[in-house]
């Protein structure tokens, strides 16, 4: 059956690898400080830096006491929150209020022009190709939607989010878990079999294909190293998604 929607993974599928640990990684990491101490009064920035500092309570084993206001982000807690978000960047955490975080101070940076989103080169023609096709293209990633529209907006391309139909994050569940592609199937709205998932993930593959979802494994250079035993056809561009038989 020829696939209607194109569900696209990032890391390792339309991106390196590297762009997220080796630039976006570290300019979180360099600018959480100052980013915080700018933002202690911004609603958004204040929840999330309170979450982080629950969460790392619970990491010290401290009782919580959820009934008490949390009160001022004074100097020391930004300090300790700070401090904190370094160390989860640092362990490749996924806490949702270390993203939030995150995707505000990444999208300083774009807007500064000190960070540009890195896409292959076959990405743009093949996102244009789909349209052309009557297809449409969707991002499925771990990192947030403002992030992953913040990458797809500022690319060396130029603007390509008006290619891209929808973007969905683990708001709609973890992307090993075969629930997530039935509620993303549902909110397209698709049939889970015209939908095709590209991951450089095998278990993000199973869980897809555990939905019904048709399959592709991406591989890339740097990409991490897949078992081998799987029936996900492999593909090395985008260009392989073909019209007919897919
Ligand atoms: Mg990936």
Known sequence: MTASTILLDIEGTTTPIDFVYKVLFPYARAHVGD???????????R???????AERAKDEGQPQSPSSAPGRLDESRLETVATYARRLIDEDRKLTPLKTIQGRIWEEGYRRGELKGQVFPDVERNLRRWREEGRTTCIYS???????????????????????EDFFDTKV????????????????????AEVLFVSDVVAELDAAAGAGFQTR????????PQPDTHAHAKIRTLDEVKTEGV
Do not use: M, W
Request: glycine letters at 6%; charged letters at 25%.
């Open 217 to 224: 494994l991406c591989v890339r250079p740097g990409n991490h």
């Open 173 to 192: 569940g973890h992307k090993t878990d075969p629930l997530s592609y039935l509620k993303i199937a549902e909110l397209l709205p698709r049939r889970p």
């Open 142 to 164: 771990s990192g947030s939607v403002l992030a992953q529209k913040l990458l797809f907006a500022n690319t060396e391309a130029g603007d390509l989010t008006e290619l891209i």
């Open 47 to 53: 929840a999330a830096a309170f979450e982080l500092l």
């Open 35 to 45: 980013f915080l101490a700018r933002h202690a009064d911004d609603e958004e920035v």
